[in-house]
């Protein structure tokens, strides 16, 4: 076994700083009964990982794949990995699966609850985080899996299967009475995801209409999209007709942007909804705002809930269904709603990191990496 390795931690408490380590001990360590050495083969990074960064102690994304100094840590991210050692009985070496890994060459996983499907990591220190970060689909019997769209699946299912769940949520709850959702951050992916699946209910008995809010660098892609009745600027909100009932759905994470959407709407804001943390250097709290006090989606919640009124079979077979239509626009030869960008090794990585971090990301592209 190679003792060559690599991985990339970010400082907690200042995202702009970051470093490399050896990581030696995961890639040549011998292995416990029971665990598994992965080489992860590829991973996306997206604006969502900055998410995860910018919300990691709130949300314990940190404790996921802790680093051994706490004033620092390892982002998560989706993508696929291949067995190179297992001393698991269920998980064969070469076998290849799809989850969530750090950004890394290596990760050591301790596989429970192992079926024909995949298993869940066991380890210790995951078992109070929520399962559907735990989880891990084996790729040979994953009727999702297309082995030559892995990086569409890496960038864009995890973004997606929240962008269904919240367009799930919002239609659960009757949009909150609301005629209109206002989505900000329009140009990320999770965010246009929410407007392709809240589009599908035009000619439906109660359609909302979508609006999204972006830069105007980024006004032309969003428009080009086709899933948005209304494109408008940040600078522009007051444009917006404020007599409106609507929900606003925050995936930019602003402070300021915020203030001013609650300012402008005020009591006919019926519902706010924070999701993103794009602009994770703005974030704020929602006390004195106008309108109703912003409250956090977590994805996992109404998965639960779906669970137990559709049934595992049946919330997958949503999904799945949602999913599909969704990739017909995102691969259409023409006109695609995403372009796969490549790259290799620690340059790579450190550059769209800070090309993310810094809001330098071209909407239009999605980078799939490996070490």
């Known amino acids: ?13 200042d995202l702009r700083k970051t470093r490399w380590i050896g990581d030696e001990a995961v890639a040549g360590a011998p292995l416990a009964d029971g665990a598994v050495r992965f080489r992860i083969a590829g991973f996306a990074l997206t604006s969502n990982n900055i998410t995860y960064a910018a919300f990691g102690e709130a949300m314990n994304y940190w404790r996921f794949f802790p680093a051994d100094d706490p004033a620092w840590g390892r982002i ?3 993508g696929f990995a291949t067995v190179a050692e297992s001393r698991c009985e269920g998980v064969a070496q070469g076998e290849r699966f799809y ?10 996983l301790r596989p429970g609850r192992i079926n024909s499907a995949g298993f869940i990591d066991g380890a210790e220190h995951r078992r109070e985080l929520h399962a559907v970060y735990n989880q891990y689909l084996r790729c040979s019997t994953d009727p999702g899996y297309d082995a ?13 299967i929240t962008s269904f769940l919240i ?21 990320s992916k999770t965010a246009y995801g929410t407007a392709f699946c809240l589009s599908r209910r035009r000619g439906s008995a109660a359609p909302v209409r979508v609006t999204g809010l972006t830069s105007t660098a980024n006004s032309k892609f969003v428009r080009g999209l086709g899933c948005y009745d209304q494109v408008v600027a940040y600078g522009d909100i007051d444009q917006l007709a404020a007599s409106e009932r609507v929900v606003y759905v925050d995936f930019s994470g602003s402070a300021e942007l915020r203030a001013a959407v609650h300012g402008h709407f005020g009591g006919q804001l019926a519902y706010s909804c924070s999701v993103g943390g794009t602009h994770w250097d703005e974030l704020g709290s929602g006390q004195g705002l106008a309108g109703p006090r912003p409250v956090l989606f977590f994805a996992p919640a109404q998965i639960k809930k779906r669970l137990a009124e559709w049934g595992p079979a049946g919330l997958q077979q949503r999904i799945a269904e949602a999913w599909l239509a969704f990739m017909q626009p995102v691969t259409d030869t023409r006109h695609p709603w995403l372009q796969v960008m ?9 550059t769209v990191y800070g090309d993310l ?3 330098r990301a071209q909407p239009l592209q999605g980078h799939m990496l490996a070490l």
């Open 342 to 350: 490549r790259g290799h090794g620690r340059e790579a990585v450190t």
């Open 1 to 13: 076994m190679t003792t060559d390795s690599t991985a990339f931690l970010v400082q907690r408490n």
């Open 99 to 108: 989850g969530y890994w750090p950004i890394a060459m290596h990760a050591v």
């Open 148 to 160: 030559g769209h892995e990086a569409e699946q890496a960038l864009l299912r995890p973004l997606y």
């Open 357 to 359: 971090l810094e809001g």
């Open 76 to 78: 998560p991210v989706w």
């Open 167 to 187: 367009d799930d949520f919002l239609a659960d709850n009757a949009f909150f009475g609301a005629d209109c959702v206002v989505l900000s951050s329009a140009s």
